[in-house]
């Protein structure tokens, strides 16, 4: 089986950055588009961006687009996600997840809080 684990988060102020990141375990990452998702307090889990096994990767259509970059390395079994000009509204926790399409999202993490300060 693939497991997930996030690590990167923490407390920053409006517009500084961070790198998140998600090790995962198991011979099939490279097999499966890795994502990012987040969910903030009382809301529900919105797609932040996603990314294939070739490196092509694809965003949501809230406000993280053109603040964040997805990249892989699948030598290395790694998702990364790069957030800059944080926001207070970014705050939340941050999932890494993978699938193997056309199956659902399947696999999960156990998630890292980003908070931003104003």
């Not at 949501?60 to 290395?76: L, Q, V």
Request: proline content about 4%; charged content about 20%.
């Amino acid at each position: 089986q693939v497991q997930l684990a996030e690590s990167g988060g923490g407390l920053v102020q409006a517009g500084d950055s961070l790198r998140l990141s998600c090790a995962a375990s198991g011979r099939t990452f490279s097999r499966l588009r890795m994502g990012w998702f987040r969910q903030a307090p009382g809301k529900e889990r919105s797609f932040v961006a996603s990314i294939n096994w070739s490196g092509t990767s694809i965003f949501g259509t809230n406000s993280a687009k053109g603040r964040f970059t997805i990249s892989r390395d699948n030598a290395k079994n790694t998702v990364h996600l790069q957030m800059n000009n944080l926001e207070p509204d970014d705050t939340a926790i941050y999932l890494c997840a993978g699938r193997e399409e056309p199956a659902p999202w399947s696999y999960w993490g156990p998630g890292t809080q980003v908070t931003v300060s104003s």
